[in-house]
């Protein structure tokens, strides 16, 4: 096996002293944490190492020497052979570093003082050998620290189960309060690590987490009151309860607030990925609200709002005009097809009256339009995503008459479809089983047939009007789905994007680490590998996909070929997705 | 399923090998001990079997094809065979004793059957021929128009070639018009070809007009040793008739639905045993819930080719009542475990066993329901010959072996034979397909051949890997295992 | 320590295999292949503004000669930072692991590191690419909850794509690598 000695940049020239770090269990690996520098008194170190071994939960030890050579430090090498025997361990790495020289040296002691002699003696002969199974990797000791390696792996127990990179890297993790030893502190001991460098900067952050605490406690409280509001039983009343679910910004209403109970929950977010996702919800929560002010700061100038209103009375009546000329044409013959006068005149008369009955409904409004946009508007101060529900609302309001149409069509068109595949079996002496969900074979009587053929006859002769009546609101209605997908998708859009994630990719890119990747020293004969290990950053698409908060989303529930089959056979087709399932 | 077949065609080679030592008189294969079997045959080819048809799908083309190539490569031959994908099934695979499978990535139409357009096909079947050193290329099944596109490609590139028919067809609808003009196409200037019995032989040559003298006919096979008879699993106070077959139209389950009520309602001690699946299925269900049958037929479903011995030693009977067939393995199964076997009398199935052996009736319920009549009186009697009797009787009749050896001088005879020239290909296309035909066939194999020079200068020769041979020459792959299982991404 | 050879890739295509030993448990392979020609970008270029300047000849709209330039430029940069791979290195570190790296012509690096406890095998496999049959370099991973399995495959030198002299030559090294750290 070849050992492994993974080594920070900042000790690199570090003074003479003993290396601290740990054997990663099961691997012939070490890590270097720090080096405690000449002079110090054994006892002190042991002491110190015990005190830190019960704050970081690491078994830090002493692995070994390190010695940098100075003026007038020459007798510094055999007093540092000698300490192995002050030490207890199974190897004893010694670490030289020569003047002139950029790789180290490096030679390793078995416990027992027999082999160790002996190897020590055949250290001279053999030396290469030796010195080939031995590589040094240089880490950055900060990077590696606030790294976090992905996949995230949430329980710590599972230490066997984990690689060897990864121990390393929850090693170096854990053992932050080694690195809050400053260099400049008087003490007993000095050490060489990495030192974090505005500490008063962190009094600010410190201010600011203080404060939280009771800013999250008030803001649960108002939390618990808006949800006492909701478990009033007039909200569980059927058609509210009907109403506010199909309504897109009570549904953003109720979203909104599961982010805030996540949010501002009191208890410390304790994982990696729980921290994440406060924080992404925090930050877009923000940026939402950013962007919906915006908003409002243009559409509350120059009288924008009134120009609103009056363009989108004109342009309801507008569409419902359109409305009525196509039902003429289609009581005509439309695209030069003949169809059934008789159901033709009914069905065109029917939507026609609902027509006359919508615009005098829109007559009935036009005045309080304006005063409604302007309330409405309001609520861009909740956040752009509240805007565009609202929006989505408005438009779905304005064109029920459409969707009322999609759902007549709809309903004629599935029930001549669904009535003719039943007689088309009938009419081959064949009958569905609905306990074996099959199709039985099955003899009938003469009358049946008879009667089944003719029904048969009469639906399939029937089927072009209702076809051509389905067909042209399907259009319409497909048209209206579209434009409000396009709007739940840019809701949910700026609800999922996580963007504090992005923010930490861009700018801290170590933070989120896909792996590592090992480059190799100019290397000088003689001496061990030297590697230098940076941290390979997560790519773009996976810090989405990986810090993604889920949401009720809402884009079409079924693939293509399925929803073309529904709308063939005639089944309604909605924009939204059914509530009750959560997807990631 | 991949591991369960693999352990299962070991055992299939292993048994093989006792099967040879004892010379038995009826098989002329077994005459012969293996090492003079090997000399007598002194060129050694490298086949490509070509069909539609290959595991993971079941049946008698695809065992053929997989017993026929193991038994080639016991003989030093090397082979490989070429089918489509199936499923996430694609790539190359490694099957016992090193036979490479190439799963190619063509488009499946119907019925496992590729779509055929005559040329996309040419670049991957040419380099499968170019790396693997192909000197014949063997098509199966009519069915198969991956076979087809390999004839017609192997000409082309100079290749001799095989075709082996499987299956009988009609003459009179459009569907076998078509197909039977298609088979004299590729047929007419194939170098052999092969049928599974006397009947398949008049009615290719029939439908391919082609030249009795290069038509061979060379059996299927089963393997004795994985169906023996065992008269203890058999429950002996009722009378079980067994059916194993895929269930459909070519098969007569409409006959089988007929004859179920009539003779349940004779016998109150009679009892079916149904295995395999397919569209007809419903037919015998509705049959069983009609008569209240549920506890005398038991219908069970897709069968592992495995198990179906197991499902054959528990019945007395066993009934086949295909309307047509070339030459029917299931019989021969039926017999090896000791079963008597009613049979309808159709295309091949009489040349198939002995006369003393099966029962042969007319496709029709009544002379179906007759036949089984007398055999179960018969049963009832006592008078029947015991399991182990038949089955000793059966077991020498055919064997791999010998259909091994005689395959291997077909292609003999074949790499002989001249592979005709682009000129004399279209002359004799022309002369010998119509005028119609011919001439748009023709047309077709001069571009296919513009089309080949094409991807020689697109993608010539001396640029493509040739493979490395995974079974070595003498099969050293077996001796080196751990070599080969190396190259092997999913070694099982 | 470079050793060059008449390496091709699989359409012919001249390229280069370097071997960098620095140890006996840590080489590294360096395949690469030509680089951008700039007779093909002329072509390219060439043919979208003459198609471009045929339409602006047709409809007398100076937008299209414009979006044209703009579609050429984008392509390329589209080309070199995404497409176009110049060197593909393999490092494989004795008990440490596997370092996959590939150079895109702009200058993008993209690096993988595969620890050595994940690694079941390096193998040559087979392979059906476009309309041809191919021999490529891949590294098998252990299927950590079945000793015996393999969890996925990661092919090797996928867009240089040698032949198989090439591979076998990595495919010796790497498995001298591989048996001394067993």
Same mark, same amino acid.
């Given at each position: 096996m070849?050992?492994?000695?993974f080594?920070?940049k900042?000790?690199?020239t570090?003074?003479?002293?003993?290396?601290?770090?740990?054997w990663?269990?099961?691997?012939?690996?070490?890590?270097?944490?720090?080096v405690i520098?000449y002079?110090f008194?054994?006892?002190?170190?042991k002491?110190?190492l015990?005190q830190?071994r019960?704050?970081t939960?690491?078994d830090l030890?002493?692995l070994?020497s390190?010695s940098?050579?100075k003026?007038g430090?020459?007798g510094m090498d055999?007093f540092?052979?000698d300490l192995?025997?002050?030490?207890?361990?199974s190897?004893?790495?010694q670490l030289s570093?020569e003047?002139g020289k950029?790789?180290?040296?490096?030679r390793v002691?078995?416990?027992?003082?027999k082999?160790a002699?002996?190897?020590?003696g055949?250290?001279?002969?053999?030396?290469?050998?030796?010195?080939d199974?031995?590589?040094f990797?240089?880490y950055?000791q900060?990077?590696?620290?606030l790294?976090?390696?992905?996949?995230?792996?949430e329980?710590?127990?599972?230490?066997?189960e984990s690689?060897?990179?990864?121990?390393?890297?929850q090693?170096?993790?854990q053992?932050?309060?080694l690195f809050f030893?400053?260099?400049?502190d008087?003490?007993?001991?000095?050490?060489?690590h990495?030192?974090?460098?505005?500490?008063?900067a962190?009094?600010?952050v410190?201010?600011?987490?203080?404060?939280?605490?009771?800013v999250?406690?008030v803001?649960?409280?108002?939390?618990s009151v808006?949800?006492w509001l909701?478990s +009033?039983r007039i909200?569980h009343v059927?058609?509210?309860?009907f109403?506010?679910?199909?309504?897109?910004t009570?549904v953003?209403t109720g979203y909104?607030?599961?982010?805030f109970q996540?949010?501002?929950?009191?208890?410390?977010?304790?994982?990696?990925?729980?921290?994440m996702?406060?924080?992404n919800i925090?930050?877009s929560?923000?940026v939402?609200?950013?962007l919906?002010?915006l908003?409002i700061?243009w559409?509350?100038?120059?009288?924008?709002i009134?120009q609103?209103?009056?363009?989108?009375?004109?342009?309801?009546?507008?569409?419902a005009?359109e409305?009525?000329?196509?039902l003429?044409?289609l009581?005509?013959?439309?695209?030069g097809l003949k169809?059934?006068r008789?159901l033709d005149?009914v069905?065109?008369?029917?939507?026609l009256?609902?027509?006359h009955l919508?615009?005098?409904?829109?007559?009935?409004?036009s005045?309080?339009?304006e005063m409604?946009l302007w309330?409405?508007?309001?609520?861009?101060?909740?956040g752009l995503?509240?805007?565009l529900s609202?929006?989505s609302?408005i438009?779905?309001?304005l064109?029920f008459?459409?969707y009322?149409?999609?759902v007549y069509g709809?309903?004629l068109?599935?029930?001549?479809i669904y009535?003719?595949?039943?007689?088309?079996?009938?009419?081959?002496?064949?009958?569905?089983?609905?306990?074996?969900?099959?199709?039985?074979s099955?003899?009938?009587?003469l009358?049946q047939?008879?009667?089944g053929?003719l029904?048969?006859?009469?639906?399939l002769?029937?089927l072009?009007?209702?076809?051509l009546y389905y067909?042209?609101?399907?259009l319409?209605r497909l048209?209206?789905?579209m434009?409000q997908g396009?709007?739940?998708?840019?809701?949910?859009?700026?609800?999922s994007f996580p963007?504090?994630?992005?923010g930490?990719r861009?700018?801290?890119?170590?933070?989120?680490?896909?792996g590592?990747?090992?480059q190799v020293?100019?290397?000088?004969?003689?001496?061990?590998?030297h590697l230098?290990?940076?941290?390979?950053?997560?790519k773009?698409?996976?810090v989405l996909?990986?810090y993604?908060?889920?949401?009720?989303s809402?884009y079409?529930?079924?693939s293509?070929?399925?929803?073309?089959?529904k709308?063939?056979?005639?089944?309604l087709v909605?924009?939204?997705?059914?509530?009750s399932?959560?997807t990631? | 399923?991949?591991?369960?077949?693999?352990?299962?065609?070991?055992?299939?080679?292993a048994s093989c090998?006792?099967?040879a030592h004892?010379?038995?008189p009826?098989?002329?294969a077994?005459?012969l001990?293996s090492g003079?079997?090997?000399?007598?045959?002194q060129?050694?080819?490298?086949?490509c079997?070509v069909?539609d048809?290959?595991?993971?799908?079941?049946?008698?083309?695809?065992?053929?094809i997989y017993?026929?190539?193991q038994?080639?490569?016991?003989?030093g031959?090397?082979v490989?065979?070429?089918t489509?994908a199936?499923?996430?099934r694609r790539g190359v695979?490694?099957l016992t004793?090193?036979?490479?499978?190439?799963?190619l990535?063509?488009?499946?139409?119907?019925?496992?059957?590729?779509a055929t357009?005559c040329?996309?096909?040419l670049?991957?079947?040419?380099?499968v021929f170019?790396r693997?050193h192909?000197t014949?290329?063997?098509?199966h099944s009519s069915f198969s128009?991956?076979?087809h596109d390999?004839?017609?490609?192997?000409?082309t590139m100079?290749?001799n070639?095989v075709?082996?028919?499987h299956s009988?067809?009609?003459?009179?609808?459009?569907?076998?018009?078509l197909?039977?003009k298609?088979l004299?196409?590729t047929?007419c200037?194939t170098n052999?070809i092969?049928?599974?019995?006397y009947?398949?032989?008049e009615n290719t040559v029939?439908?391919?007009?082609l030249?009795?003298?290069?038509?061979?006919?060379?059996?299927n096979a089963?393997?004795p040793?994985?169906?023996?008879?065992d008269p203890?699993?058999?429950?002996?106070?009722k009378?079980t008739i067994?059916?194993v077959?895929r269930?459909?139209?070519?098969k007569?389950?409409d006959l089988?639905?007929g004859?179920?009520?009539?003779?349940?309602?004779?016998?109150?001690d009679?009892?079916?045993?149904?295995?395999?699946e397919?569209?007809k299925r419903i037919v015998?269900?509705e049959?069983?819930e009609?008569?209240?049958?549920?506890d005398?037929?038991r219908l069970?479903?897709?069968l592992?080719?495995?198990?179906v011995?197991d499902?054959?030693v528990?019945?007395?009977i066993f009934?086949?009542?295909?309307?047509?067939e070339a030459?029917?393995?299931a019989?021969?199964?039926?017999?090896?475990c000791?079963?008597q076997v009613?049979?309808t009398r159709?295309?091949g199935?009489?040349?198939?066993?002995p006369?003393?052996?099966?029962?042969?009736?007319?496709p029709?319920?009544?002379?179906l329901?007759a036949?089984?009549?007398s055999?179960?009186?018969?049963?009832?009697?006592?008078?029947?010959p015991?399991?182990a009797?038949?089955?000793h009787?059966?077991q020498?009749?055919?064997?791999?072996?010998?259909i091994a050896e005689r395959?291997?001088?077909?292609?003999?005879?074949?790499?002989?034979q001249p592979?005709?020239?682009?000129p004399?290909?279209?002359?004799?296309l022309?002369s010998h397909?119509?005028?119609v035909a011919?001439s748009?066939?023709?047309?077709?194999?001069?571009i296919n +051949?513009?089309?080949?020079?094409?991807?020689?200068w697109?993608?010539p020769?001396?640029l493509?890997?040739?493979?490395?041979d995974a079974s070595g020459p003498?099969s050293?792959?077996?001796?080196?295992?751990?070599k080969?299982?190396?190259?092997?991404p999913h070694?099982? | 320590?470079?050793?060059?050879?008449p390496?091709?890739?699989?359409?012919?295509k001249?390229?280069s295999l370097?071997c960098q030993?620095?140890t006996?448990?840590?080489?590294?392979?360096?395949?690469s292949?030509?680089?951008?020609?700039?007779?093909k970008?002329m072509g390219y270029?060439c043919?979208?503004w003459l198609l471009?300047?045929?339409?602006f000849f047709?409809?007398?709209?100076?937008t299209?000669?414009s979006s044209?330039?703009m579609?050429?430029?984008?392509?390329?940069?589209?080309?070199i930072?995404?497409?176009?791979v110049?060197?593909e290195?393999?490092?494989i570190?004795?008990?440490?692991?596997i370092q996959?790296?590939?150079l895109?012509?702009?200058?993008r690096?993209s690096?993988t590191?595969?620890e050595?406890?994940?690694?079941?095998?390096?193998v040559i496999?087979?392979a059906?690419?476009m309309?041809s049959?191919?021999y490529?370099?891949?590294?098998?991973?252990?299927?950590?909850?079945?000793?015996d399995g393999?969890?996925s495959?990661?092919?090797?030198?996928?867009?240089?794509?040698p032949?198989l002299?090439?591979l076998v030559?990595?495919?010796?090294?790497c498995q001298?690598?591989i048996?001394?750290s067993r």
């Amino acid at each position: 096996m070849v050992l492994k000695i993974f080594f920070p940049k900042c000790c690199n020239t570090a003074d003479s002293g003993l290396l601290v770090g740990r054997w990663i269990p099961g691997q012939d690996s070490a890590v270097v944490l720090a080096v405690i520098h000449y002079p110090f008194i054994p006892g002190q170190v042991k002491k110190y190492l015990t005190q830190m071994r019960s704050q970081t939960k690491v078994d830090l030890t002493v692995l070994g020497s390190w010695s940098m050579p100075k003026d007038g430090q020459e007798g510094m090498d055999s007093f540092l052979k000698d300490l192995s025997t002050i030490f207890p361990h199974s190897r004893w790495l010694q670490l030289s570093r020569e003047s002139g020289k950029r790789a180290f040296t490096c030679r390793v002691v078995q416990e027992n003082g027999k082999p160790a002699a002996k190897k020590d003696g055949d250290d001279n002969n053999d030396d290469d050998d030796d010195k080939d199974k031995i590589i040094f990797v240089h880490y950055d000791q900060r990077k590696v620290m606030l790294s976090q390696l992905h996949p995230v792996q949430e329980q710590k127990g599972s230490e066997e189960e984990s690689t060897e990179l990864r121990t390393m890297f929850q090693t170096v993790a854990q053992s932050e309060p080694l690195f809050f030893h400053d260099m400049y502190d008087e003490g007993p001991l000095k050490l060489t690590h990495w030192q974090s460098e505005g500490r008063e900067a962190s009094i600010i952050v410190e201010l600011v987490k203080q404060a939280s605490v009771p800013v999250c406690i008030v803001l649960t409280w108002l939390l618990s009151v808006w949800h006492w509001l909701c478990s +009033f039983r007039i909200f569980h009343v059927w058609p509210v309860q009907f109403i506010s679910s199909k309504l897109s910004t009570c549904v953003q209403t109720g979203y909104r607030a599961d982010h805030f109970q996540t949010v501002f929950s009191t208890r410390k977010a304790t994982t990696h990925m729980e921290f994440m996702r406060k924080a992404n919800i925090f930050v877009s929560f923000l940026v939402d609200i950013a962007l919906g002010l915006l908003l409002i700061s243009w559409l509350y100038r120059e009288n924008r709002i009134s120009q609103l209103a009056n363009t989108l009375v004109p342009a309801a009546d507008h569409v419902a005009k359109e409305l009525q000329e196509l039902l003429e044409w289609l009581m005509g013959a439309p695209a030069g097809l003949k169809m059934n006068r008789a159901l033709d005149q009914v069905l065109g008369r029917f939507f026609l009256y609902h027509i006359h009955l919508w615009i005098s409904y829109i007559r009935l409004m036009s005045p309080f339009i304006e005063m409604i946009l302007w309330y409405v508007g309001l609520t861009a101060c909740l956040g752009l995503t509240f805007a565009l529900s609202v929006l989505s609302d408005i438009v779905a309001l304005l064109t029920f008459h459409i969707y009322c149409f999609y759902v007549y069509g709809a309903r004629l068109y599935y029930l001549k479809i669904y009535g003719l595949s039943s007689l088309w079996r009938l009419f081959r002496g064949k009958k569905w089983n609905v306990l074996r969900q099959r199709v039985d074979s099955c003899s009938y009587d003469l009358d049946q047939l008879f009667i089944g053929t003719l029904l048969f006859t009469i639906l399939l002769f029937l089927l072009p009007t209702t076809a051509l009546y389905y067909l042209v609101f399907t259009l319409l209605r497909l048209v209206v789905v579209m434009f409000q997908g396009l709007i739940h998708l840019s809701v949910d859009f700026i609800n999922s994007f996580p963007l504090f994630a992005m923010g930490l990719r861009l700018c801290r890119p170590y933070r989120v680490a896909e792996g590592v990747k090992f480059q190799v020293l100019s290397e000088e004969p003689g001496t061990p590998l030297h590697l230098r290990m940076e941290i390979n950053p997560l790519k773009f698409s996976s810090v989405l996909q990986c810090y993604r908060t889920p949401t009720y989303s809402c884009y079409p529930k079924d693939s293509w070929v399925a929803l073309c089959k529904k709308l063939f056979i005639g089944e309604l087709v909605y924009p939204w997705r059914q509530k009750s399932t959560k997807t990631d | 399923m991949k591991s369960r077949r693999r352990r299962g065609d070991k055992q299939a080679a292993a048994s093989c090998q006792p099967d040879a030592h004892p010379p038995a008189p009826h098989s002329p294969a077994s005459l012969l001990p293996s090492g003079t079997a090997r000399r007598s045959s002194q060129k050694k080819h490298s086949i490509c079997m070509v069909s539609d048809f290959f595991y993971p799908n079941m049946g008698g083309v695809e065992s053929h094809i997989y017993q026929l190539s193991q038994c080639l490569l016991e003989r030093g031959h090397k082979v490989v065979i070429a089918t489509h994908a199936y499923g996430d099934r694609r790539g190359v695979r490694y099957l016992t004793n090193g036979l490479k499978v190439y799963y190619l990535p063509l488009q499946v139409m119907y019925n496992q059957s590729t779509a055929t357009s005559c040329f996309h096909s040419l670049p991957l079947l040419r380099c499968v021929f170019v790396r693997e050193h192909i000197t014949v290329v063997h098509a199966h099944s009519s069915f198969s128009a991956m076979a087809h596109d390999a004839l017609f490609h192997a000409k082309t590139m100079g290749l001799n070639t095989v075709f082996t028919d499987h299956s009988l067809f009609g003459f009179a609808d459009l569907s076998s018009v078509l197909t039977n003009k298609l088979l004299t196409v590729t047929l007419c200037d194939t170098n052999h070809i092969v049928c599974v019995s006397y009947t398949s032989k008049e009615n290719t040559v029939l439908r391919a007009a082609l030249n009795p003298d290069i038509v061979s006919v060379i059996p299927n096979a089963v393997d004795p040793t994985d169906f023996t008879p065992d008269p203890g699993s058999r429950d002996d106070s009722k009378i079980t008739i067994v059916v194993v077959s895929r269930l459909v139209y070519r098969k007569g389950i409409d006959l089988l639905g007929g004859i179920i009520p009539e003779l349940c309602a004779k016998h109150p001690d009679l009892c079916f045993l149904i295995g395999g699946e397919g569209p007809k299925r419903i037919v015998l269900e509705e049959v069983r819930e009609k008569y209240q049958l549920h506890d005398r037929v038991r219908l069970l479903g897709a069968l592992d080719h495995k198990d179906v011995r197991d499902v054959l030693v528990q019945g007395h009977i066993f009934l086949n009542t295909s309307l047509t067939e070339a030459f029917c393995m299931a019989i021969v199964e039926g017999a090896c475990c000791g079963l008597q076997v009613v049979s309808t009398r159709v295309g091949g199935i009489p040349e198939v066993l002995p006369d003393e052996l099966v029962t042969l009736c007319e496709p029709t319920v009544s002379s179906l329901c007759a036949g089984l009549e007398s055999v179960i009186s018969r049963q009832r009697s006592g008078s029947v010959p015991p399991p182990a009797a038949i089955h000793h009787q059966v077991q020498n009749l055919y064997t791999w072996r010998n259909i091994a050896e005689r395959t291997e001088k077909v292609y003999d005879q074949a790499c002989q034979q001249p592979v005709l020239t682009l000129p004399a290909r279209l002359q004799r296309l022309r002369s010998h397909c119509g005028a119609v035909a011919g001439s748009i066939f023709s047309f077709m194999a001069v571009i296919n +051949f513009l089309f080949l020079l094409f991807l020689q200068w697109l993608h010539p020769v001396h640029l493509m890997d040739a493979a490395i041979d995974a079974s070595g020459p003498d099969s050293c792959w077996r001796k080196s295992f751990k070599k080969g299982k190396s190259k092997d991404p999913h070694p099982d | 320590m470079a050793e060059e050879g008449p390496f091709t890739d699989i359409s012919g295509k001249p390229i280069s295999l370097e071997c960098q030993n620095y140890t006996p448990f840590c080489r590294e392979f360096t395949v690469s292949s030509p680089k951008v020609s700039l007779l093909k970008v002329m072509g390219y270029t060439c043919s979208v503004w003459l198609l471009a300047y045929a339409v602006f000849f047709l409809t007398e709209n100076t937008t299209v000669l414009s979006s044209a330039i703009m579609v050429t430029l984008v392509g390329m940069i589209l080309h070199i930072h995404f497409v176009k791979v110049d060197q593909e290195t393999l490092l494989i570190i004795g008990s440490l692991g596997i370092q996959l790296s590939s150079l895109y012509a702009s200058g993008r690096e993209s690096t993988t590191f595969i620890e050595m406890s994940k690694i079941k095998d390096i193998v040559i496999n087979e392979a059906i690419y476009m309309q041809s049959i191919i021999y490529y370099l891949c590294i098998l991973i252990k299927d950590p909850s079945e000793p015996d399995g393999v969890a996925s495959v990661v092919p090797l030198f996928q867009s240089s794509k040698p032949r198989l002299n090439c591979l076998v030559r990595v495919y010796k090294s790497c498995q001298e690598i591989i048996a001394q750290s067993r």
